[in-house]
DNA sequence: ACCTGAACACCGTTCAAGT
DNA sequence: ACCTGAACACCGTTCAAGT
């Protein structure tokens, strides 16, 4: 995508005129920078040296700009699957998705409740899907078992990272966060509250990647229980050491 | 809760003092009435017969509203167990989760990544925890079993009702929507999108109830397996026919 | 065809002032 | 103690007007 560019302009900022991929672009750059709640149609058109009125010839409103962005932050992530064992692919995807969720800024604030079926998403979605068809899934199974992966990791993202409530988080460690909650827990009452009280350490421990893999494993051995005719004869009991990989 | 009420007020919408009940009153009004997008302060404080600057004196910002308005809304479904198979009960705590979710209007968007540990959080905590303890799950297991659980039925019914994009929710009834997915999924090149082609019926099949099963049955086997010692007896496979129970 | 100026109809929030 | 008036610093969006 080389550019010719003139050389004598006004603006330094205005450098070529304004594409759907510049916008795109922009908006990006204010995200990762600012933040979600930073990223207004004046902040996207000012990081373009252009005026926010001038977005709209280029895109209908923010709404769809923001899923403009919401598949571009999707195509970033490239999932590599091994071919080899089904389950662990499955398992693998769900960890890329994880980290690429989490290492884009906001971006479970732009993903939350937007399901854009463009180029980005079919061009996962037929990978996770060659993964659960492989795995002798049935085709009913294999789209529900995909909407429920991409639903998991989802909502699982977006509450680990959303502020635990307006009360508590403004500006909170996440640590001391759960430390203040345990010690709620475990100052309740416990005859009215008596399983809160008891697992107080338990529901405050604050290890969410533990807890991914718990609610992971819960998803894979069920989809791995409807792959094939029957039988499960290759089960291979939860252990509390997960396979790790890179 | 008997309120001695003056007869002679100047404004008929200005019956009684501000306070932190009729201030969340109020918003659910706004919010049932009117939606989400149109829950501001302004019209909350317009719905009470009184000013915006008014709430603050009550309520430190509209992210505390929410947090109290959230816990007003989950104060609302009560939760009903049988006390006889904890499995089932556990099915009926989800489907009267997602139930209450959805009676209410926009209530996944005011839930969307909140976690207000309140009142009425915690006793609803108290009543799933205790349905996991009793099927037998260690305090760790029932832990990570109440988060992803909640964690599923909200994600859920966030992504179910959720517009399905800015592009294609301008109106659009979902089952017109859901048509036209299936035939750009059907149209796509199958030589590059094989599987998204071939499932192209399944993935848009539009039955949020039977995806809701298929989702919640995962979890409740994987939580099953992970009850008692070792043994799986009792073990009864996932067929068609799901109880139903009102 | 593409961008600007200026406005419209809103927001959440603050704060002196009233009672 | 509790509420109002008025303002501040913003929003998304529209539209005539410029080039």
Do not use: C
Not at 65 to 73: R, V
Not at 192 to 206: C, E, F, I, M, R
């Amino acid at each position: 995508m080389a550019r010719t560019r003139k050389i004598s302009e006004p603006k330094p900022a205005r450098a070529a005129p304004l594409t759907r991929d510049t916008i795109v672009g922009a908006a990006k750059a204010v995200l990762e920078r600012d933040g979600y709640d930073a990223l207004t149609m004046r902040a996207v058109a000012s990081e373009l040296g252009v005026r926010a009125a001038s977005l709209y010839w280029h895109v209908r409103d923010k709404d769809l700009l923001e899923d403009w962005l919401f598949g571009a932050l999707l195509d970033e992530v490239t999932l590599t699957v091994r071919g080899a064992d089904w389950r662990e692919d499955v398992r693998a995807i769900a960890r890329q998705m994880r980290g690429h969720l989490m290492s884009k800024r906001d971006m479970q604030r732009v993903s939350a409740g937007r399901f854009v079926l463009g180029p980005p998403l079919l061009r996962q979605m037929e990978i996770i899907l060659g993964v659960l068809r492989r795995g002798g899934l049935s085709n009913r199974d294999a789209a529900f078992g995909i909407y429920t992966l991409l639903n998991y990791v989802n909502g699982f993202v977006l509450f680990q990272t959303a502020p635990l409530s307006a009360a508590q988080a403004k500006g909170a460690k996440r640590g001391v966060v759960f430390a203040g909650l345990r010690r709620q827990l475990a100052a309740l009452p416990a005859a009215t509250y008596p399983n809160s009280v008891a697992l107080a350490g338990d529901l405050t421990s604050n290890d969410p990647d533990a807890r991914f893999e718990f609610g992971l494993d819960l998803l894979i051995e069920g989809l791995e229980r409807r792959a094939k005719p029957s039988h499960a004869d290759a089960w291979r009991p939860a252990s509390e050491g997960l396979n790790q990989e890179s």
